[in-house]
Every structure is written in C-alpha cells, then in structure tokens.
Nanobody
Framework: QVQLVESGGGLVQAGGSLRLSCAASGRTFSTYAMGWFRQAPGKEREFVAAIRWSVTYYADSVKGRFTISSVNAKNTVYLQMNSLKPEDTAVYYC???????????????????WGQGTQVTVSS
C-alpha cells in the first residue's frame, strides 16, 4: 500500500508561482509512474504532468510553465508551477501508477493510489 500526501497549495495572484510537494510512504516508488492531476469545479479530473525514470510528460496547457521532478531518496515528487493563470485554479492531486510495463500512462484511470488533494487558487 502507498500513501500520498500533498502540500503546498494556496492562493496566489496571476503570474505568481507555487511549488506542490507529494510525499509517498508505504514502499519505495522508484519504478512507479508519478503524476499530478487537477480537477476544477464542474470539470473532470485532468492530467497535468507525470514522471517515470526521470522522463517527464506535460499537458499542453502547462508545458513551459510547470515542472515535475522527483527525489527518490526522499520519496517525494514536486510540481513547480510558474506563470500561474486563473484557469489553473483547481484541486491538485498526486497519484502513483504501479506501471508494470515500459510505458507511462497519462490516463487517470490507470493510477492506483491518490492523495487527498490540495487547493490551488489563482486570482486575476
């Protein structure tokens, strides 16, 4: 079993930055795919970024503004968010995919473990 705990959300003005953290416990996750997803009110949960074996993936809407990274020794994944926009407002979730194959899924349905979420609000 893997437990994920997010932190770092908050209220920021448009153009500002936030860094989200996701601490994993329960077992090591060096072979897992780790992802960030977000869900705005009335919308479906959507992919934001993922990382596996130091290879990163981003949604087009955040490419060039967000950076995902991980420190395996700390079992922690980060999401650095720069140049934030009001449309980035959402609850952000960290997720882990046991990923037994070689690929990295960007589909939320393939992720096995989820954190409780952290609110990010960007004011205009």
């Amino acid at each position: 079993q893997v437990q994920l705990v997010e932190s770092g959300g908050g209220l920021v003005q448009a153009g500002g930055s936030l860094r989200l953290s996701c601490a994993a416990s329960g077992r090591t996750f060096s072979t897992y795919a780790m992802g960030w997803f977000r869900q705005a009110p009335g919308k479906e949960r959507e992919f934001v970024a993922a990382i596996r074996w130091s290879v990163t993936y981003y949604a087009d809407s955040v490419k060039g503004r967000f950076t995902i990274s991980s420190v395996n020794a700390k079992n922690t994944v980060y999401l650095q968010m720069n140049s934030l926009k009001p449309e980035d407002t959402a609850v952000y979730y960290c997720a882990a995919d046991r990923a037994t194959g070689w690929g990295t899924s960007l589909d939320r349905h393939d992720y096995d473990y989820w954190g409780q979420g952290t609110q990010v609000t960007v004011s205009s």
